[in-house]
Nanobody, 127 residues
Framework: VQLQASGGGLVQVGGSLRLSCVAS???????????MGWFRQAPGKEREFVSA???????FYADSVKGRFTISRDNAKNTVYLQMNVLKPEDTAVYYC???????????????????WGQGTQVTVSS
C-alpha cells in the first residue's frame, strides 16, 4: 500500500487542523483490512504514537491527545483522517500516516509494528 498524507500547516494555539491520508492499495486487497495509524516526530525526539483505528473502526489514542484529537476512516475513499482540535505548541511535529494488515491490538502503539508509511506532513503550532 502507498500512503499520501496531507493537511498539515501552521496554526495558532487553540486552533484546529484536519490531516488526511489516502491509501493506494493493491488489486484484490481492501483498505478496510488495514489498521491505520498516526505517529508524530518532533525534532530531536523519537517517533511517538498519536492514534490508531482498527478494522472495525474502533479508535485508540495517546493520553496526550485524548479528548482533543479524533481519528476516523472512510473505507469507500480509502482515507483515514485525524481531526486535531485545541492544538498546543507541544503538538508541533511531522505527522506520519501508517498502516498494516497484520497487527493485533497490543501492537498498535509501536512504530516498528507497521510496514507501510506515508511521507509525513508538518504541523506547527505557534504560541
Amino acid at each position: 500500500v502507498q500512503l499520501q498524507a496531507s493537511g498539515g500547516g501552521l496554526v495558532q494555539v487553540g486552533g484546529s487542523l484536519r490531516l488526511s491520508c489516502v491509501a493506494s492499495v493493491a488489486s484484490g486487497v481492501s483498505f478496510r483490512q488495514y489498521v491505520m495509524g498516526w505517529f508524530r516526530q518532533a525534532p530531536g525526539k523519537e517517533r511517538e504514537f498519536v492514534s490508531a483505528i482498527n478494522r472495525n473502526g474502533s479508535p485508540f489514542y495517546a493520553d496526550s491527545v485524548k479528548g482533543r484529537f479524533t481519528i476516523s476512516r472512510d473505507n469507500a475513499k480509502n482515507t483515514v483522517y485525524l481531526q486535531m482540535n485545541v492544538l498546543k505548541p507541544e503538538d508541533t511535529a511531522v505527522y506520519y500516516c501508517t498502516g498494516d494488515r497484520q497487527l493485533i491490538q497490543s501492537e498498535y502503539r509501536r512504530p516498528n509494528s507497521y510496514d507501510y508509511w506515508g511521507q509525513g506532513t508538518q504541523v506547527t503550532v505557534s504560541s
